[in-house]
């Protein structure tokens, strides 16, 4: 690859673009959790948007290309953990493989950029306050969606600290997003237009953050009294038979603790065994639980004999309503079928192919369906809970589908255990905290190992956990009802903005291509 052949320009600019878009990636990951620098966001913004100046569309499809890269390599560098620690996979082998992942989502921001470049040449608002946030929105979301979609390292997930969180409510995450891409924007335009006024668009964007945030778009009622289980089983020994009776033991040991709270929450597969081998326990812990008027949620896996499917459930029992009448029914009601499955830990693209290479393609609990996209609420201790489990809680279109007016709590189970102590949990957690921002619903997160966490309905942590103990958080949580204005309209006022800003872009872009393209 050539990066410094000759397009108008001298060696040297070539070298401090290439340069520049490397570093800029580099600090963009670190403004993301476990770092949390969230000023390396705009920073990183600026620098790649002065690399690609002049550029041509191929050098900016490079450039932004590196850029991800020196993003996403270290960011997602948890992802080997699974790989190594339980999946035998070599170090070396986990590292060609994240390395393949991070590649291909960088192929996606690359491609806005060559885009960029390619029909919106001429520098200017038209160009950094239109075309360009609207091509990396239109990335972004393309990389949440096409092959089952990840949109984890979104921009927006770095300011979860900053008062731009107030758009969240309004057009979702990646409404922050476009804020970071407006304000790195700006002061490129002050910079090259030498117009110190363009530096006052960064503060009235976090302003107006700042004044959203005031508003209250859901309504809080009475705090219900969670116990959220974190039973901290190592993962090397979750799925043995032997060890079943122990993790049960090791559970309802932290149940008997969580006495007098309203609803006791365990995490994603808590019960590691099919539902249908374990029947009885299951009305066991219903009739005690609804005895003791305290509502129960766990993750279980459920085999489908008529279908032959299994599934990664969620199940609500003891007191489901306030009234104590409805009871625990096998295999069918007050459920969550997880819908978003994960590739390769929950499904295996060419299974036949795949799973004779390597034990990581044939992990335990790897042959999962996929639930319903929409689903009922669950019901515990008369409350209403959209659910997610695990890695859903990154996909925010899906989980708004499950939100209505009535629904009052969002629970989400999960077993980070697989990424051990690296930056991965703390970067979901992060995640979670954004889903109790846009919807203005309080999130209640029981884990394996951690992070156990419950957060209000603006988003700000209530109690949470230290990470591979064995403990059990009770916290005081407010239900809310009501929906913000993301909750009814998703994300559609930001592709319409998209949709605008590229048709302006190019109504005023001059025919007339300077030679550099």
């Known amino acids: 690859m050539k990066w410094n ?21 580099l600090l963009c990951g670190a403004a993301f959790a476990p770092f949390k620098l969230w000023p390396l966001a705009f920073v990183a913004m600026f620098g790649l948007l002065a690399s690609l100046h002049q550029q041509t569309g191929k050098r900016a499809f ?13 960011s ?25 992942l991070c590649a291909y989502l960088s192929l996606y921001p690359a491609l806005a950029a060559a885009l960029l470049n390619r029909f919106f040449p001429r520098t200017g608002v038209t160009r950094l306050l239109f075309a360009f946030p609207a091509l990396w929105l239109l990335s972004d979301w393309a990389m949440g969606h ?16 900053t008062w731009l969180t107030g758009f969240a409510p309004l057009f ?28 006052l668009l960064p503060p009235l964007l976090f302003v107006t953050g700042y004044g959203l945030q005031q508003k209250v778009w859901t309504q809080p009622g009475e705090t219900v009294n969670f116990a959220l289980a974190q039973g901290n089983i190592p993962q090397s020994s979750k799925w043995e038979a ?15 603790e969580s006495k007098g709270a309203d609803i006791i929450v365990w995490p994603e597969s808590a019960v590691p065994a099919l539902e249908n081998d374990m ?24 085999y489908d004999q008529s279908l032959d499917r299994y599934y990664n459930g969620v199940v609500a029992t003891g007191l489901i309503d306030k009234e104590g009448q409805r009871t625990y029914q096998y295999g069918q009601g007050n459920r969550w079928y997880k819908h978003h499955l994960l590739p390769i830990g929950e499904f295996v693209p060419f299974g036949d192919l795949l799973r004779p290479i390597a034990p990581f393609f044939d992990l335990p609990m790897s042959s999962f369906s996929r639930g319903d996209a929409v689903q009922e609420n669950l019901l515990s201790g008369g409350y209403k809970f959209a659910t997610s489990i695990c890695y859903e809680m990154e996909y925010s279109d899906e989980l708004r589908q499950n939100i209505h007016e009535d629904t009052q709590f969002i629970v989400n189970v999960s077993n980070d255990s697989w990424f051990g102590t690296s930056g991965g949990p703390w970067q979901h957690m992060e995640i979670a905290r954004m889903r109790a921002i ?14 156990t966490v419950a957060f209000d309905h603006q988003g700000k942590i209530i109690g949470m956990l230290p990470q591979f103990e064995q403990k059990v958080l009770r916290v005081d949580v407010a239900p809310t009802t009501g929906v913000t204005p993301y909750t009814r309209w998703g994300s559609l006022p930001l592709i319409a903005f998209c949709i605008v800003a590229l048709i302006i872009g190019l109504w005023r872009q001059n025919h007339k291509r300077p030679r550099y393209l």
Not at 5 to 25: I, N
Not at 242 to 256: A, G, H
């Open 242 to 256: 032997d060890f079943i009776k122990p993790t049960l033991v090791r559970y309802l040991d932290l149940t008997r």
């Open 5 to 25: 052949d000759y397009d108008g320009f001298s060696r040297p600019v070539s070298q401090r673009a290439l340069w520049g878009a490397l570093l800029s990636g």
């Open 76 to 100: 997602l560098w948890w992802i080997h953990v699974s790989m190594t620690q339980f999946g035998g996979i070599s170090l070396p082998a986990a590292f060609v493989l994240v390395a393949i």
């Open 438 to 451: 846009e919807f203005g619903k309080a999130v209640v997160r029981a884990t394996n190992s951690g992070v």
């Open 172 to 199: 979702g995450v990646q409404s922050i997003t476009l804020a970071v891409l407006w304000s790195a924007a700006a002061c490129l335009l002050c910079w090259q237009q030498r117009r110190i006024l363009w530096l």
């Open 62 to 74: 490079r450039l932004t290309w590196l850029f991800a890269m020196a993003m996403n390599l270290p």
């Open 146 to 161: 096409v092959m089952t979609g990840f949109p984890w390292m979104w921009l927006g997930y770095s300011q979860v600290d």
């Open 279 to 302: 029947r009885e326990f299951m009305t066991n812990m219903d009739d005690a639980l609804r005895s003791q008027k305290a509502g129960f949620i766990t993750g279980i896996q459920y």
